[in-house]
């Protein structure tokens, strides 16, 4: 059994930077309730690894400011 394999054209950061964007754009359609509060964290979600994956991969590694 052979492992599928896909070639990203575009950096981690790149896609979840776009993921939040979409997903701040489908919660601006919705109407305010639990769904749009879901929508909303899954951005915010994205938002966060994109910044802990960036002090990973900063020299040093020292602790992310404010």
């Given at each position: 059994?052979?492992?599928?394999?896909?070639?990203?054209?575009?950096?981690?950061?790149?896609?979840?930077?776009?993921?939040?964007?979409?997903?701040?754009?489908?919660?601006?359609?919705?109407?305010?309730?639990?769904?749009?509060?879901?929508?909303?964290?899954?951005?915010?979600?994205?938002?966060?690894?994109?910044?802990?994956?960036?002090?990973?991969?900063?020299?040093g590694?020292?602790p992310?400011?404010?």
């Amino acid at each position: 059994m052979q492992r599928r394999r896909f070639k990203q054209t575009s950096s981690f950061e790149e896609r979840l930077a776009e993921q939040a964007k979409q997903l701040r754009e489908q919660a601006r359609m919705l109407p305010p309730g639990p769904v749009r509060d879901a929508v909303e964290k899954r951005a915010r979600q994205a938002d966060t690894a994109a910044r802990v994956n960036e002090w990973l991969m900063s020299p040093g590694l020292q602790p992310p400011r404010e």
